[in-house]
């Protein structure tokens, strides 16, 4: 069974950072893809941050570029989002989610690309 547990959310204040963490089990992690999503209240759920195991390739939204690294420890199972400069329009519930089989990074921010997420965690921006 696929389980994905996030951590790490919190609140701050704009200008500070976090770091998110997502623990993956019950999956061969090699091979695959792992992205992060956020959504804030009556908001669309939309895609933040990705990556293709091992770390080959890295995709992000435009509104998170030169913020937001992604990146994994395989030895960990785990995938973390570095989130620098917080803003007050960053604060959301976020959510990591996975694809356990071949991915294509391109699609990496799109909902339809995953099948398994975790609860997310809850992360506020004060301004």
């Known amino acids: 069974q696929v389980q994905l547990v996030e951590s790490g959310g919190g609140s701050v204040q704009a200008g500070g950072s976090l770091r998110l963490s997502c623990v993956a089990s019950?999956?061969?992690?090699?091979?695959?893809?792992v992205g992060w999503f956020r959504q804030a209240p009556g908001k669309e759920r939309e895609g933040v941050a990705a990556i293709t195991a091992r770390g080959g390739f890295t995709k992000y939204a435009d509104s998170v570029k030169d913020r937001f690294t992604i990146s994994q420890d395989n030895n960990k199972n785990t995938t973390y989002l570095q989130m620098n400069n917080l803003k007050p329009e960053d604060t959301a519930t976020y959510y990591c989610?996975?694809?356990?089989?071949?991915?294509?990074?391109?699609?990496?921010?799109?909902?339809?690309?995953?099948?398994?997420w975790g609860q997310g965690t809850q992360v506020t921006v004060s301004s």
């Open positions: 019950g999956y061969f992690y090699s091979g695959n893809c």
């Open positions: 989610a996975a694809k356990i089989t071949p991915c294509y990074i391109v699609r990496g921010l799109s909902e339809r690309t995953y099948a398994y």
